[in-house]
């Protein structure tokens, strides 16, 4: 490739081989006078946030300079994954500034679990994870549900100070930003405009808030340990739930074994007959067999009757890695990192799992 193209609008290195990326345009783009990148064309004619990905050491060199700040710091997890969402390592960079944790796409848990609830599980997963957030709330980006309150919640503890908002893509930081736009930056109210963030070659959303002080909306972080790396567009359609969660119910004896399409399997070895609850993608269908005809059982369906993944995939599918678990007293959730969770409530039975290798998967207290 010749000399460089920067992108007019925020400075990047200008691409037109991988869409979704950073610095992507379309190769027409090219023959404009003034070239930027299709993030800044959107931005700026639609006054709508494209979402770009980064590398982990952008990322990390743009969270170090939060803690220089003055600053609130909105951090937006997915409810739905929330511990594959989860960023780490945030008590390290937030130096003194006070955190929201926000937990969105409340829409998809089911209607019967109480908001209360929930929000005291945050708290508590938040504690473990070493963060003491200020407060904790929860919204719905996507349907505009609790999305006011959060905005009231933003203002409230800003305390006129700046906000940074955080959070690992697809935990739907965009949506989030664009309902605020809708609800008041409509007309003549504020427009967004980007800045560089010193030190890397990304770019920030800025919104002004007031003469003053500003809402960054910092460029997210990708989650490597789910299940979305692994999957086509088409199947990833299928996994990621669009709508509430419908409870799926399993009694099960012992010696008996649920696969979540071909993507995932659970057994559970030995312990009192009891239910099970799974909280996956309606979309996505779920088998259940004995123990002793389970691998012969994906071996030969496995891309047929087990999907996703489907029969071309199959290749490039890594093969699953098992893990045991022994069940404790309280109530826990075995959770698939992107895929969803399994509800456990019986003490000293004996559960496998597996997932294919690089998807996590692990115990937590139950969520509802
Ligand atoms: P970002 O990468 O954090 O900016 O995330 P996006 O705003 O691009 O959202 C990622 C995906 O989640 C998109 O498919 C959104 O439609 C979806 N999404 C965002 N907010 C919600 C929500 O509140 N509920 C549901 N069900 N989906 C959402």
Known sequence: MGEKIICAGCGVEIQTEKPGETGYAPASALQRDVIICQRCFRLKHYNEVQDVSLTDDDFLRMLNQLSSREALIVKVVDLFDFDGSWLSGMPRFIGNNQVLLVGNKVDLLPKSVKRPKVINWMKRQAKEYGLKPVDVTLMSAASGEAVLETAQAIDKYRKGKDVYVVGC????????????????????????????????????????????????????????????????????????????????IYQLQQAQTLFFGGLARFDFIEGDPQSFVVYMSNELTIHRTKLEKADNLYQNHVGGL????????????????????KMPKEKVDLVFSGLGWVTVNGEGGTIRTYAPEGVTVTMRESIF
């Open 169 to 248: 893509t697809n935990v739907g930081k965009s949506t989030f930003i664009n309902q605020l736009l809708k609800e008041f930056g409509a007309g003549d109210g504020p427009m967004i405009t980007t800045s560089n963030i010193p030190g890397t070659t990304l770019d920030m959303i800025d919104v002004p808030l007031d003469d003053d002080s500003t809402l960054y909306d910092t460029p997210g972080i990708i989650n490597h340990h789910q299940m979305a790396h692994l999957v086509t567009k088409k199947d990833l359609k299928i996994i990621s739930p669009r709508k509430e969660v419908k409870p799926k």
């Open 306 to 325: 087990l999907t996703p993944p489907n029969a071309e995939e199959l290749d490039e599918f890594p093969p699953f890695k098992e893990k045991e678990w």
